[in-house]
């Protein structure tokens, strides 16, 4: 899967609680994307990055902060989850302007 | 909003037929892309066409790119049971960056 690991792969959280997740790359590549993923709406992206402490928000950021400090890592926080947060998230990375290669997903329970 | 809307959204075939998928979508894009993904796996890139391109073949693979309707199609010739997934056309926009957006994916199905 391209050098993509995404940790937990899954994880039941209660309400109110942070959540960080994870997405580690070996390619070193310069994009680095987070989205979600839910029935009905397809994948919708959540913030992405272009560089180290580059990063700019997608179309569902609310509720949800990143961080890069390395090229190889890009971690998406949940400051307080919520039930509206369960999903299946994706991480993805890419050179621009290739195609995207996916993580193997981390699938997040709010409780 | 999503910018890609595929059709239909499920379809059934049987082994060996032919498998058309559609995408549509709103804005100027600079590329579009199918993604192809397995139940529980993440997504896997199929094919790239650029805007100035009108049809792009990859293997049993044919895309086909409409600028002027907003739309595209991905055709799968001689199905084959392991074609069984989710199909997801994505766009590139003109405002540079690398910034995809998804359509909501056509479910396929193909039955021995």
């Known amino acids: 899967d391209a050098g993509i690991t995404q940790s937990p792969r899954h994880k039941v959280t209660e309400t109110g609680t942070p959540v960080t997740l994870r997405c580690h790359q070996t390619?070193?590549?310069?994009?680095m994307y987070w989205y979600r993923q839910d029935p009905g709406h397809g994948l919708r992206l959540i913030h992405y990055s272009y560089g180290v402490k580059d990063t700019d928000k997608g179309e569902v950021s609310d509720g949800y902060s990143v961080s890069r400090s390395k090229t190889e890592d890009f971690l998406l926080t949940l400051e307080s989850a919520t039930s509206s947060q369960t999903s299946v998230y994706f991480c993805?990375?890419?050179?621009?302007?290739?195609?995207?290669?996916f993580g193997n997903g981390t699938r997040l329970t709010v409780t | 909003s999503q910018q890609g809307e595929e059709d239909p959204q499920a379809l059934s075939i049987q082994e060996g037929e032919n498998a058309t998928m559609n995408c549509s979508y709103k804005?100027?894009?600079?590329?579009l892309q199918w993604y192809r993904q397995n139940s529980g796996r993440g997504l896997v890139h199929l094919i790239l066409i650029r805007s100035n391109e009108r049809e792009k073949h990859s293997g049993r693979l044919r895309v086909t790119l409409d600028t002027s309707k907003k739309s595209s199609s991905l055709l799968i010739t001689a199905s084959r049971a392991a074609d069984t997934a989710s199909y997801f056309c994505?766009?590139?926009?003109?405002?540079?960056?690398?910034?995809?957006?998804f359509g909501t994916g056509t479910q396929l199905k193909v039955e021995l």
């Open positions: 390619e070193n590549h310069r994009y």
């Open positions: 994505a766009t590139v926009g003109t405002g540079g960056g690398n910034k995809l957006t």
């Open positions: 993805a990375i890419s050179e621009d302007p290739s195609p995207l290669h």
């Open positions: 804005t100027s894009i600079n590329n």
